[in-house]
């Protein structure tokens, strides 16, 4: 999962394997929360988002869960694959600013 | 597709230089956004605006100022350069509320 600090968290997982990256958010008025993934040398990409009137949402591979009590994201990835390996950041809207997590980073190994 | 286009990939600056970074969307988006990314802190905003001529302050707005005299394009300034700003400058644009930012390729600069 994500943390506050200079070291980034790293998930390594198999190829084909299920990836789950974890965030925890600041505040709980927050409304809105998407999941970019940044790839070296690149600005974030969306992957998926979801609004909080929703605690579940799934797109081609990847779904999102939101937990508002604990105000608690996670993002998971069925069968990842080498080209999943990258930096994923939460984001949460918040008085109209998307404020960022300090990222996870993905590593797929054969 | 939106395209949001930073003018320099690298920038290599010295130490109380003025710098300008800029940012062109073609999707008339309302919103924009410049963010600085340093290893293990994600994404941090410095500046953001709404709409033409109006800026808010981010959470590191020291040592930065911005720019949008037009709707499409959102200048970053640094007054005066210092070292703790070598980092990677992000333009983002969103078009309104609980809409996904749309990111440029980054400009890594680094002032020595």
């Known amino acids: 999962g994500e943390s506050v600090g200079l070291h980034l968290p790293t998930l390594s997982v198999q190829e084909g394997d299920n990836s789950i990256i974890n965030c925890a958010y600041s505040?709980?008025?927050?409304?809105?929360f998407i999941w970019y993934k940044q790839e070296s040398g690149k600005g974030p990409q969306f992957i998926i988002d979801?609004?909080?009137?929703?605690d579940k949402r799934q797109g081609q591979r990847v779904t999102v869960l939101l937990n508002k009590t604990v105000k608690h994201l996670s993002l998971q990835i069925a069968a990842t694959q080498p080209g999943d390996s990258a930096v994923y950041f939460c984001?949460?809207?918040?008085?109209?600013?998307?404020?960022f997590g300090t990222g996870t980073r993905l590593q797929v190994f054969p | 597709d939106v395209k949001v286009t930073q003018s320099s990939r690298y920038l290599v600056k010295r130490t109380g230089e003025k710098v300008f970074l800029e940012c062109v969307q073609d999707?008339?988006?309302?919103?924009m956004f410049w963010y600085r990314q340093d290893p293990g802190l994600g994404l941090r905003l410095i500046y953001f605006?709404?709409?033409?001529?109006?800026?808010e302050k981010g959470d590191i707005p020291e040592g930065y100022s911005v720019s949008r005299e037009k709707k499409e394009r959102f200048s970053l300034i640094l007054e005066s350069a210092s070292t703790s700003q070598t980092s990677m400058y992000l333009c983002a644009t969103t078009q309104g509320r609980n809409t996904e930012a749309f990111f440029g390729q980054g400009t890594r600069l680094t002032v020595v």
């Open positions: 505040n709980s008025a927050s409304d809105y």
């Open positions: 999707m008339d988006h309302e919103n």
């Open positions: 984001a949460e809207n918040y008085a109209d600013k998307l404020i």
């Open positions: 605006s709404y709409d033409v001529k109006m800026k």
């Open positions: 979801i609004r909080s009137n929703m």
